[in-house]
């Protein structure tokens, strides 16, 4: 299911990205920090919906690993504890 969610978002993606270029076709002087560039405006709305896009997920990526790792190691404290409370309920024979 979600193979078929990630490849309908990438076909969307791509959909978009197809129709704003094909009528974005005027140049523009696009002046960023350390110098300016000639661009048309197709290119310049790729290039930063793409890296928007990029970023977005890094973020969310480190978040679910940070997440996946708290996950993993929580999991490891209640199957630890688990086995402490067997040992402590299991009755001694003397």
């Known amino acids: 299911m979600k193979y078929i969610l990630a490849i309908l978002v990438i076909l969307s993606v791509v959909i978009v990205g197809v129709t704003i270029g094909a009528n974005n076709d005027q140049m523009i002087t696009f002046n ?6 000639e ?3 197709s290119t310049l709305v790729a290039i930063l919906f ?4 990029i970023l977005g997920w890094l973020v969310t990526g480190i978040f679910y690993l940070k997440v996946k790792v708290q996950n993993m190691a929580l999991n490891r404290r209640v199957k630890r504890q688990t086995q402490q409370i067997a040992e402590l309920s299991v009755p001694k024979a003397e």
């Open 50 to 53: 793409g890296t928007g896009l």
């Open 32 to 37: 960023y920090i350390i110098a300016k560039s």
């Open 39 to 41: 661009l048309r405006l």
